[in-house]
Antibody, heavy 121, light 107 residues
Framework: HLQLQESGPGLVKPSETLSLTCTVS??????????WGWIRQPPGKGLEWIGT???????YYNPSLKSRVTVSVDTSKNQFSLKLNSVTAADTAVYYC?????????????WGQGTLVTVSS | DIQMTQSPSSLSSSVGDRVTITCRAS??????LNWYQQKPGKAPKLLIY???RLQSGVPSRFSGSGSETDYTLTISSLQPEDFATYYC?????????FGPGTKVDIK
Protein backbone atom coordinates (compact mmCIF):
# COMPACT_ATOMS: atom_id res chain seq x y z
CA HIS A 1 0.00 0.00 0.00
CA LEU A 2 1.03 3.61 -0.53
CA GLN A 3 3.43 5.08 2.01
CA LEU A 4 5.21 8.42 2.23
CA GLN A 5 8.28 9.25 4.29
CA GLU A 6 9.81 12.66 4.92
CA SER A 7 13.55 13.10 5.40
CA GLY A 8 15.91 15.99 5.96
CA PRO A 9 17.71 18.01 8.62
CA GLY A 10 15.88 18.53 11.87
CA LEU A 11 17.68 21.78 12.64
CA VAL A 12 18.11 24.77 10.34
CA LYS A 13 19.69 28.12 11.17
CA PRO A 14 17.75 31.35 10.74
CA SER A 15 18.04 32.90 7.26
CA GLU A 16 19.13 29.57 5.76
CA THR A 17 17.18 27.15 3.55
CA LEU A 18 15.06 24.31 4.81
CA SER A 19 15.24 21.27 2.52
CA LEU A 20 13.09 18.16 2.83
CA THR A 21 12.45 15.14 0.64
CA CYS A 22 9.43 12.87 0.55
CA THR A 23 9.96 9.33 -0.67
CA VAL A 24 6.90 7.58 -2.06
CA SER A 25 6.69 3.80 -1.86
CA UNK A 26 4.03 1.31 -2.80
CA UNK A 27 3.02 3.18 -5.94
CA UNK A 28 4.52 5.35 -8.64
CA UNK A 29 4.68 9.09 -8.26
CA UNK A 30 3.87 9.19 -11.97
CA UNK A 31 0.12 9.43 -11.74
CA UNK A 32 -2.26 11.26 -14.00
CA UNK A 33 -4.78 11.52 -11.19
CA UNK A 34 -2.83 12.41 -8.13
CA UNK A 35 -0.61 15.27 -7.06
CA TRP A 36 1.81 15.43 -4.14
CA GLY A 37 1.69 18.02 -1.41
CA TRP A 38 3.42 19.53 1.58
CA ILE A 39 1.62 20.65 4.75
CA ARG A 40 3.11 21.93 7.97
CA GLN A 41 2.02 22.20 11.59
CA PRO A 42 3.78 24.44 14.12
CA PRO A 43 4.04 22.83 17.56
CA GLY A 44 0.65 22.86 19.26
CA LYS A 45 -0.99 24.66 16.36
CA GLY A 46 -3.06 23.99 13.25
CA LEU A 47 -2.29 22.84 9.72
CA GLU A 48 -1.08 24.97 6.82
CA TRP A 49 -0.92 23.85 3.20
CA ILE A 50 2.41 24.82 1.63
CA GLY A 51 2.37 23.61 -1.94
CA THR A 52 1.55 20.79 -4.35
CA UNK A 53 3.18 19.31 -7.43
CA UNK A 54 2.22 16.95 -10.24
CA UNK A 55 4.81 14.67 -11.81
CA UNK A 56 4.32 16.59 -15.07
CA UNK A 57 5.65 19.72 -13.41
CA UNK A 58 2.43 21.57 -12.59
CA UNK A 59 2.99 23.32 -9.26
CA TYR A 60 0.67 25.22 -6.96
CA TYR A 61 1.77 27.23 -3.92
CA ASN A 62 0.12 28.88 -0.97
CA PRO A 63 0.46 32.60 -1.78
CA SER A 64 1.49 33.28 1.81
CA LEU A 65 4.69 31.27 1.25
CA LYS A 66 5.09 31.43 -2.50
CA SER A 67 7.99 33.89 -2.49
CA ARG A 68 10.12 31.53 -0.37
CA VAL A 69 9.02 28.05 -1.48
CA THR A 70 10.15 25.69 -4.20
CA VAL A 71 8.62 22.25 -4.69
CA SER A 72 10.16 19.84 -7.16
CA VAL A 73 9.80 16.22 -8.24
CA ASP A 74 12.29 13.49 -9.14
CA THR A 75 10.40 10.71 -10.90
CA SER A 76 13.53 8.54 -11.21
CA LYS A 77 13.71 8.32 -7.42
CA ASN A 78 9.95 8.41 -6.79
CA GLN A 79 10.50 11.47 -4.63
CA PHE A 80 9.38 15.05 -4.36
CA SER A 81 11.05 17.82 -2.41
CA LEU A 82 10.47 21.06 -0.56
CA LYS A 83 12.79 24.02 -0.20
CA LEU A 84 11.89 26.97 2.01
CA ASN A 85 14.40 29.79 2.07
CA SER A 86 15.10 32.64 4.48
CA VAL A 87 13.64 30.69 7.38
CA THR A 88 12.82 32.20 10.77
CA ALA A 89 11.63 30.76 14.06
CA ALA A 90 8.08 31.02 12.71
CA ASP A 91 8.92 28.24 10.26
CA THR A 92 9.54 25.78 13.08
CA ALA A 93 6.98 23.04 12.50
CA VAL A 94 6.31 19.42 11.77
CA TYR A 95 6.40 19.12 7.99
CA TYR A 96 4.22 16.50 6.35
CA CYS A 97 4.08 15.23 2.81
CA UNK A 98 0.88 13.72 1.46
CA UNK A 99 -0.83 12.56 -1.68
CA UNK A 100 -3.13 15.33 -2.88
CA UNK A 101 -6.28 14.72 -4.90
CA UNK A 102 -5.81 18.13 -6.48
CA UNK A 103 -8.51 19.74 -8.53
CA UNK A 104 -11.14 17.15 -7.72
CA UNK A 105 -11.96 16.87 -4.05
CA UNK A 106 -8.65 18.30 -2.90
CA UNK A 107 -8.15 15.91 -0.01
CA UNK A 108 -4.79 14.83 1.41
CA UNK A 109 -4.35 11.10 2.00
CA UNK A 110 -2.27 9.31 3.05
CA TRP A 111 0.24 11.43 4.92
CA GLY A 112 3.81 10.74 5.87
CA GLN A 113 4.63 10.47 9.55
CA GLY A 114 5.98 14.02 9.58
CA THR A 115 9.36 15.45 10.46
CA LEU A 116 10.03 18.20 12.98
CA VAL A 117 12.18 21.02 11.69
CA THR A 118 13.43 23.51 14.25
CA VAL A 119 14.79 26.87 13.17
CA SER A 120 17.37 27.98 15.67
CA SER A 121 20.95 29.20 15.81
CA ASP B 1 -8.39 33.16 1.58
CA ILE B 2 -11.35 31.24 2.98
CA GLN B 3 -11.25 31.23 6.78
CA MET B 4 -12.39 28.14 8.65
CA THR B 5 -13.66 28.08 12.22
CA GLN B 6 -14.60 25.13 14.39
CA SER B 7 -16.67 24.75 17.52
CA PRO B 8 -16.17 23.79 20.17
CA SER B 9 -12.40 24.06 20.42
CA SER B 10 -12.46 21.15 22.83
CA LEU B 11 -14.96 18.83 24.42
CA SER B 12 -15.00 16.07 26.99
CA SER B 13 -17.14 13.02 26.36
CA SER B 14 -17.59 9.46 27.49
CA VAL B 15 -17.36 6.25 25.55
CA GLY B 16 -20.69 5.65 23.86
CA ASP B 17 -21.62 9.31 23.63
CA ARG B 18 -22.80 10.95 20.43
CA VAL B 19 -20.43 13.75 19.51
CA THR B 20 -20.99 16.57 17.04
CA ILE B 21 -18.34 19.01 15.84
CA THR B 22 -19.16 22.07 13.76
CA CYS B 23 -17.11 23.74 11.06
CA ARG B 24 -17.95 27.05 9.43
CA ALA B 25 -16.43 28.65 6.33
CA SER B 26 -16.16 32.39 5.76
CA UNK B 27 -17.95 31.96 2.43
CA UNK B 28 -19.84 29.21 0.66
CA UNK B 29 -17.61 26.25 -0.17
CA UNK B 30 -20.38 24.34 -1.93
CA UNK B 31 -19.86 21.08 -0.07
CA UNK B 32 -16.10 20.93 -0.62
CA LEU B 33 -15.23 20.11 2.96
CA ASN B 34 -12.99 17.38 4.31
CA TRP B 35 -12.52 16.07 7.85
CA TYR B 36 -9.34 14.65 9.38
CA GLN B 37 -8.51 12.93 12.66
CA GLN B 38 -5.15 13.47 14.31
CA LYS B 39 -3.86 11.57 17.32
CA PRO B 40 -0.96 12.92 19.42
CA GLY B 41 2.36 12.56 17.63
CA LYS B 42 0.73 11.17 14.50
CA ALA B 43 -0.14 12.49 11.07
CA PRO B 44 -3.71 13.48 10.25
CA LYS B 45 -5.93 10.82 8.72
CA LEU B 46 -8.66 11.54 6.21
CA LEU B 47 -12.09 10.57 7.52
CA ILE B 48 -14.65 12.25 5.28
CA TYR B 49 -14.41 14.09 1.99
CA UNK B 50 -16.84 16.28 0.08
CA UNK B 51 -18.78 16.84 3.28
CA UNK B 52 -20.34 13.39 3.60
CA ARG B 53 -18.36 10.70 1.77
CA LEU B 54 -16.68 8.23 4.10
CA GLN B 55 -13.07 7.43 3.23
CA SER B 56 -12.41 3.74 2.68
CA GLY B 57 -11.70 1.91 5.92
CA VAL B 58 -13.23 4.55 8.18
CA PRO B 59 -15.84 3.18 10.62
CA SER B 60 -19.46 3.95 9.84
CA ARG B 61 -19.96 5.65 13.21
CA PHE B 62 -18.36 8.69 11.58
CA SER B 63 -20.61 10.79 9.38
CA GLY B 64 -20.57 14.24 7.89
CA SER B 65 -23.15 16.66 6.65
CA GLY B 66 -23.63 20.24 5.68
CA SER B 67 -23.74 22.68 2.82
CA GLU B 68 -22.78 26.20 1.84
CA THR B 69 -20.90 27.54 4.90
CA ASP B 70 -21.89 25.17 7.73
CA TYR B 71 -20.78 21.57 8.24
CA THR B 72 -20.84 18.94 10.98
CA LEU B 73 -18.89 15.83 11.84
CA THR B 74 -20.79 13.36 13.97
CA ILE B 75 -19.49 10.36 15.83
CA SER B 76 -22.54 8.27 16.66
CA SER B 77 -21.04 6.29 19.53
CA LEU B 78 -17.64 7.45 20.73
CA GLN B 79 -15.04 4.71 21.02
CA PRO B 80 -11.79 4.79 23.02
CA GLU B 81 -9.74 5.08 19.82
CA ASP B 82 -11.70 8.19 18.76
CA PHE B 83 -10.14 10.47 21.35
CA ALA B 84 -8.17 12.81 19.12
CA THR B 85 -8.18 16.22 17.48
CA TYR B 86 -10.42 16.74 14.47
CA TYR B 87 -9.75 19.24 11.70
CA CYS B 88 -11.91 20.42 8.87
CA UNK B 89 -10.38 21.57 5.57
CA UNK B 90 -12.02 23.47 2.75
CA UNK B 91 -11.24 22.02 -0.65
CA UNK B 92 -13.21 24.55 -2.70
CA UNK B 93 -10.45 26.96 -3.58
CA UNK B 94 -6.74 27.49 -3.21
CA UNK B 95 -5.14 28.11 -0.80
CA UNK B 96 -6.67 25.08 0.90
CA UNK B 97 -7.24 26.06 4.51
CA PHE B 98 -7.86 24.10 7.68
CA GLY B 99 -9.91 24.82 10.75
CA PRO B 100 -8.13 25.28 14.09
CA GLY B 101 -9.18 21.86 15.34
CA THR B 102 -11.48 20.37 17.95
CA LYS B 103 -9.90 18.24 20.65
CA VAL B 104 -12.05 15.39 21.93
CA ASP B 105 -10.92 13.98 25.23
CA ILE B 106 -12.17 11.66 27.91
CA LYS B 107 -14.62 12.95 30.48
Amino acid sequence: HLQLQESGPGLVKPSETLSLTCTVSGDSIISITYFWGWIRQPPGKGLEWIGTIHYSGDIYYNPSLKSRVTVSVDTSKNQFSLKLNSVTAADTAVYYCARHNYGVDNWFDPWGQGTLVTVSS
Amino acid sequence: DIQMTQSPSSLSSSVGDRVTITCRASQSIRGYLNWYQQKPGKAPKLLIYVASRLQSGVPSRFSGSGSETDYTLTISSLQPEDFATYYCQQSYSSPFTFGPGTKVDIK
